[in-house]
């Protein structure tokens, strides 16, 4: 009975809270379900209720910073509405707060599930909080699982090459276990005592019957014949000099767009040439001076993205795109800059920067190679773009002709610098020379645009001073 009158006051109670404001809810709620004494299996006896499994961490979460249901300890609990509550954002944890799991964290928002490429660390080992445990591909970047907690893995739940979504468990973390270290050394002394044993001196006995079989070996010959009456058949390599590995989800995202790309695209591709003298000569100048004021090495890069930016404002039609049956012109210049790195091609981005100056974008070129290098690029540092540069050249390229990155229209391909002989005021003079190429959408871009967009980029980058008069 009192079981009962419990469990109707109980209910009662709770569909008061659903006419309350939704945080003054979380706070009532979290207070009388941890501090009363009612039992928590008469609570989950209510079917409109849902069930949430929480602890001490998560409950900042449910409760604001400013409400007075701070000091929580682990508890369950139920709340009887579904918006009450998120996804969680931390591993769970066991009744005892003994073990913990790992989950596969948020990946961004268009990202929707992931590869478990690997496991950095195995059953047994030691992982102190936060520390990496496994790595996640998804279309864009490698997404690391971290544990909740300091302690021991019990076992791992999934496995290599498992596709995953965002709250799959990883694995168990259990804090009072002990260091597999100690179940080394009795295998290690089982080893020896099992090669001790003197089994080989058997194998003579096998080797005084193996000139009995040395008639078979004058067959080895017979098999070879064959080969020699059909000298026109290729011989292949056998299937055991060849390797079959699964291809990243890194890989395949890239060859889908850039297969994309070439299959919506009406792409052209047009070539100038730039006399580097003057810029080099600018860079030589101040580059000491440019580190001492600004921290950061003054490159080739910065004036290139601002001579893209110069002809993006003149040209506005290869910053635009073609969305069905309309025209997107964007009043902003969002610059790409193709990274290559070891695990696939990516294009971070360099925001604004129609607003930046030289020092700004070096910057921020720095910053997204950095973490290129690390593969901590997030899914914001690559969502977007409007043109895309291309510097093959560091890779020693001549020439190329590079493919629009979509939903852009154009992308600017630049090229290893090379002595050449030029004409200069009637004069053969050598000259550090670059090829630069674009390729563009041919469908919205006409090669008049196309022309005049790459000479604007040739006038900037050979006479810097054009940037500071605008002309």
Request: hydrophobic letters at 35%; aromatic letters at 4%.
């Amino acid at each position: 009975m009192a079981s009962a009158a419990m469990l109707r006051s109980a209910a009662r109670s709770l569909r008061l809270r659903l006419r309350q404001p939704l945080e003054q809810q979380r706070c009532l709620l979290a207070r009388q379900f941890l501090s009363s004494s009612v039992p928590t299996e008469t609570l989950g006896l209510l079917r409109s209720s849902t069930h949430v499994r929480s602890y001490s961490s998560q409950l900042s979460a449910l409760i604001p910073a400013t409400s007075q249901c701070s000091n929580l300890t682990r508890k369950r609990c139920y709340l009887p509405h579904p918006s009450l509550y998120q996804v969680w954002s931390r591993s769970f944890a066991s009744d005892n707060g003994d073990k913990f799991e790992a989950v596969v964290p948020f990946m961004g928002e268009s990202v929707t599930d992931g590869t478990l490429a690997n496991f950095l660390k195995k059953p047994g080992d030691r992982v102190e909080a936060d520390e990496p445990i496994a790595q996640i591909e998804t279309d864009k970047v490698t997404i690391d699982v971290a544990s909740p907690e300091a302690g021991v893995i019990e076992k791992l739940i999934a496995s290599e090459g498992d596709t995953v979504t965002p709250g799959t468990k990883v694995a168990i973390i259990s804090k009072s276990a002990q260091p597999a270290e100690t179940h080394v050394a009795p295998s290690e002394e089982a080893t020896p005592k099992e090669s001790s044993p003197p089994k080989v001196e058997e194998k003579p006995k096998v080797e005084e019957k193996a000139p009995k079989v040395e008639p078979p070996k004058m067959q080895a010959p017979k098999p070879t014949a064959p080969s020699k009456t059909s000298p026109s058949e290729p011989q292949l390599p056998p299937k055991e000099r060849e390797r079959r590995v699964p291809m990243p989800r890194l890989r395949k995202r890239i060859a889908n767009r850039l297969k994309d790309s070439q299959n919506t695209f009406a792409m052209l591709t047009t070539f100038n040439e730039v006399d580097m003298t003057n810029l080099m000569k600018l860079r030589s100048d101040y580059k000491d001076e440019f580190v001492t004021k600004h921290g950061v090495k003054l490159g080739l890069m910065s004036c290139f993205v601002k001579a893209a930016v110069s002809a993006l404002q003149n040209q506005p039609i290869v910053n635009a795109v073609i969305d069905g049956d309309d025209i997107i012109y964007r009043d902003y210049v969002d610059v790409s800059v193709a990274v290559g790195t070891s695990k696939g091609l990516v294009v971070p981005v360099i925001r604004d920067t129609d607003t930046m100056n030289f020092a700004d974008i070096e910057k921020g070129i720095n910053n997204l190679a950095k973490k290129a290098t690390e593969g901590a690029l997030s899914i914001d540092d690559m969502a977007g773009g409007t043109f895309t540069i291309s510097n093959g050249g560091v890779y020693g390229s001549l020439i190329s002709t590079p493919i629009i990155n979509p939903p852009q229209s154009a992308i600017l391909g630049m090229h290893s610098i090379v002595q050449r002989p030029v004409v200069v005021n009637g004069d053969i003079l050598a000259r550090p020379m670059m090829y630069l190429a674009l390729t563009y959408d041919h469908r919205l871009i006409d090669g008049r645009e196309a022309v005049f967009f790459l000479r604007r980029i040739k006038d900037v980058v050979e006479d810097p001073r054009r940037l500071l008069l605008d002309i």
